[in-house]
């Protein structure tokens, strides 16, 4: 049947105008074909490139329905970075480039005036993540007077929110927001926390700054020591969010992909930093372990991921539906730092990839992504996380050992600076009196998915246990 539908040439020409994505994740060229499409497809959704467009973000606000808020496109960049690396194509680095450059604000450490007021702590994590990615990848410094390094505007990131740890409720943690007036203000949530866990911890490998170490540590004790992670009938359970306002004796029994993986990987790196420490690399396979028996359900064979919450029953929002490229990253990159855990990852990876080019099958061009990679059937659904998702998932089969992100001590040569930001010390108080907040910026950034599973899918995990 293969042999003669190849032979059918003018079939074939049809097949390939009508879309559907071809892919042996063994060939690297079928790879890089496959990649190629779906990054070609997902930068549709990107104009800031064009004259008077804004240079960084992608299209909002977030009061259409249409929109894409402030921080999926720090991710959609960092995405891109690693696509370069997996596959060698150039075409995204200028684009990228100029939105790290344009997005980084007065105080160089992307809290641009446009985002700072409903901007979270996990907001500015997805940028400061995607400098760190330049800087791990070995994109060289921008070499313009006064333009910080790439690792200076992450450390700029992580001096800013050094700031906002609070004991005052739950003995510490992160709060989501930054301002009281933001909904989502009461919660402290597992993203923000675990994306100053990771930030704090690829500071300290690349740096050597023991500094960053110790509070990676301290971090991560906190969330270990709240409801946040659960051990249940011995399998970890990271939920989302818990209520500051009750000093955190509550918890939101939601588990999403992002947040196992951006603890993962920052377990990962903690567990190589100090070669090889045990406790790290228990909590590498609880997590491992509680992602494979939620995201890698045995219906679909144990290694395809889905994000369980929202894919089958279709209503995961833009932000939910890119959550699964940055499990996907960080597992590869923890299968390089903790190199033990390579045999686990990879066939997971490696199935998830083939089965997520399988439903990249719709849309106009009969390529684009959906979300539900157990299916060959097109789930109807398409945007910038399908497309990044798939990115993520295919590329992170291509991972090798020459990719093991830089560090100072690896040939990194990004520029230490660790008072970074600190001359333009944030002062909330003032910005609110010269340019006081309305209702329509109160909608804080990921806002949208605590509504969305707060009143839709009313669905919670202790649910389906
Ligand atoms: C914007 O970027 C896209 C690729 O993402 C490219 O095809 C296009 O030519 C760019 N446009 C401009 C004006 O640079
Ligand atoms: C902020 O928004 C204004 C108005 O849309 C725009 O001109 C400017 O380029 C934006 N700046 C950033 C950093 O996004
Ligand atoms: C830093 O490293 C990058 C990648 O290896 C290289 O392209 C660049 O020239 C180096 N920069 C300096 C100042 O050495
Ligand atoms: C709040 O929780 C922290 C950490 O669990 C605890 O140390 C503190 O005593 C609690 N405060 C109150 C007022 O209950
Ligand atoms: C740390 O990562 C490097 C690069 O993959 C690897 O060679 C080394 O074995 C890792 N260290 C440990 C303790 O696993
Ligand atoms: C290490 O990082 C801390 C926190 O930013 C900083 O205060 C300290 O100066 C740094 N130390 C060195 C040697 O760079």
């Known amino acids: 049947m293969?042999?003669?539908?190849?032979?059918?040439?003018?079939?074939?020409?049809?097949?390939?105008?009508?879309?559907?994505?071809?892919?042996?994740?063994?060939?690297?060229?079928?790879?890089?074909?496959?990649?190629?499409?779906?990054?070609?497809?997902?930068?549709?959704?990107?104009?800031?490139?064009?004259?008077?467009?804004?240079?960084?973000?992608?299209?909002?606000?977030?009061?259409?329905?249409?929109?894409?808020?402030?921080?999926?496109?720090?991710?959609m960049w960092g995405a891109l970075i690693n696509y370069w690396q997996?596959?060698?194509?150039?075409?995204?680095?200028?684009?990228?480039?100029?939105?790290?450059?344009?997005?980084?604000?007065?105080?160089?450490?992307?809290?641009?005036?446009?985002?700072?007021?409903?901007?979270?702590?996990?907001?500015?994590?997805?940028?400061?993540?995607?400098?760190?990615?330049?800087?791990?990848?070995?994109?060289?410094?921008?070499?313009?007077?006064?333009?910080?390094?790439?690792?200076?505007?992450?450390?700029?990131?992580?001096?800013f929110q050094v700031q906002y740890w609070e004991p005052a409720s739950c003995g510490g943690g992160f709060r989501w927001q930054i301002y009281p007036v933001n909904a989502g203000y009461n919660l402290k949530n597992t993203v923000s926390n675990g994306g100053f866990f990771q930030l704090s911890v690829r500071l300290a490998r690349y740096t050597g700054n023991q500094t960053y170490a110790d509070w990676a540590g301290k971090v991560y004790n906190w969330m270990e020591n709240t409801l946040l992670f659960q051990m249940q009938d011995g399998h970890l359970y990271i939920w989302d969010n818990t209520d500051a306002d009750g000093n955190c004796t509550q918890v939101e029994h939601y588990v999403w992909t992002y947040n196992y993986g951006i603890n993962l990987m920052g377990c990962a790196m903690m567990y190589n930093f100090t070669n090889g420490d045990q406790v790290w690399k228990t909590r590498i396979d609880n997590i491992l372990d509680g992602a494979a028996l939620l995201f890698f359900p045995s219906d679909y064979g144990n290694n395809i991921m889905t994000e369980m919450l929202c894919e089958s029953q279709g209503n995961c929002n833009n932000d939910q539906s890119s959550f699964k490229a940055y499990l996907s990253r960080w597992m590869a990159v923890t299968s390089l730092l903790a190199p033990?855990?390579?045999?686990?990852?990879?066939?997971?990876?490696?199935?998830?990839?083939?089965?997520?080019?399988?439903?990249?099958?719709?849309?106009?061009?009969?390529?684009?992504?959906?979300?539900?990679w157990y299916s060959t059937t097109w789930d109807g659904s398409k945007g910038v996380g399908q497309q990044m998702s798939a990115l993520a998932v295919i590329g992170a089969t291509q991972i090798t050992q020459d990719m093991v992100p830089l560090s100072a001590k690896t040939g990194g040569n990004s520029t230490s600076n660790p008072n970074a930001g600190n001359d333009a010390p944030h002062n909330p108080e003032e910005e609110f009196e010269k340019d006081p907040i309305t209702t329509a910026d109160k909608a804080g950034a990921a806002i949208l998915t605590l509504i969305v599973i707060g009143t839709i899918t009313g669905l919670s995990i202790w649910i389906i246990l």
């Open 2 to 75: 293969w042999c003669s539908l190849q032979a059918l040439l003018p079939l074939a020409g049809i097949l390939s105008i009508t879309g559907a994505i071809d892919l042996d994740i063994t060939s690297k060229d079928s790879v890089k074909s496959a990649t190629s499409s779906i990054a070609y497809d997902m930068m549709t959704y990107y104009s800031g490139n064009q004259t008077g467009q804004v240079p960084g973000i992608l299209p909002g606000p977030c009061s259409s329905a249409e929109c894409y808020y402030w921080w999926e496109a720090g991710a």
């Open 86 to 159: 997996y596959t060698g194509d150039e075409s995204y680095q200028p684009s990228v480039i100029e939105a790290l450059k344009f997005q980084i604000g007065p105080e160089k450490n992307y809290n641009p005036p446009n985002q700072s007021k409903n901007m979270g702590i996990d907001d500015q994590d997805f940028w400061g993540f995607a400098a760190m990615e330049a800087a791990e990848a070995g994109i060289p410094d921008v070499q313009e007077d006064d333009f910080p390094s790439w690792l200076a505007l992450a450390q700029a990131v992580w001096n």
């Open 340 to 372: 033990y855990t390579h045999d686990l990852i990879m066939p997971k990876l490696q199935a998830s990839a083939q089965a997520a080019a399988k439903q990249c099958v719709g849309g106009s061009n009969g390529r684009q992504c959906g979300r539900q």
